[in-house]
């Protein structure tokens, strides 16, 4: 048996510095804290909440692996993304480092230059303000909007943005399913 299987049977897990320490809130004795959340998120558990929600507005068909996704923590200023997914690095030529602690509107104009509360060149004014809305009212938005990837490239982005409720009345990430839509479609 590996160290760390050891120490996942006790529910003990490594910290900054490499000690075991333990976590008395998990209750899953399958999944090692960790293991398959190496973000720092738990990302089954977030995909099991957007995909059991209650009455859900948006049917997002199957989710793997190969869509792309990122997440926004909405309790932070200015909503920036928390975690994205290796798809959605390969899909937006962005790297990690590049994405994380930026709102999502950096994509809207190329080289990422788009401001808060700025006129958007690329982006008709009413998208803007559907996105802005369905935000700020906690609801599910699929939309198709033009983004740019890292290389000025623009493409539509099919977009899905799901509410995900923690432990609190208010969401407190919103999950961002993207894919590009294939040009002349």
Not at 92 to 113: D, H, K, V, W
Request: charged share 20%.
């Amino acid at each position: 048996m590996n160290p760390w299987e050891a120490d996942a049977l006790q529910y003990r897990y490594p910290a900054y510095g490499g000690m075991a320490t333990s976590n008395d809130t998990v209750s899953d004795p399958i999944i090692y804290p960790g293991l398959y959340a190496p973000s720092g998120f738990d990302m089954m558990d977030i995909f099991f909440r957007v995909m059991s929600r209650p009455s859900p507005m948006i049917d997002l068909g199957p989710v793997d692996a190969s869509c792309a996704v990122l997440m926004c923590d909405l309790w932070q200023p200015d909503s920036p993304i928390v975690y994205v997914n290796d798809a959605c690095v390969e899909m937006t030529g962005y790297s990690q480092a590049e994405i994380l602690g930026r709102n999502c509107r950096f994509m809207q104009a190329p080289g990422g230059r788009v401001l808060k509360s700025s006129v958007r060149k690329y982006l008709e004014k009413d998208l803007v303000k559907k996105m802005r809305r369905a935000v700020e009212s906690n609801n599910e938005l699929a939309i198709e909007v033009t983004n740019f990837k890292k290389n000025g490239q623009r493409f539509t982005n099919v977009l899905a943005m799901i509410p995900v409720y923690w432990d609190s009345d208010q969401p407190r990430y919103s999950v961002g399913f993207m894919a590009e839509k294939p040009r002349g479609h």
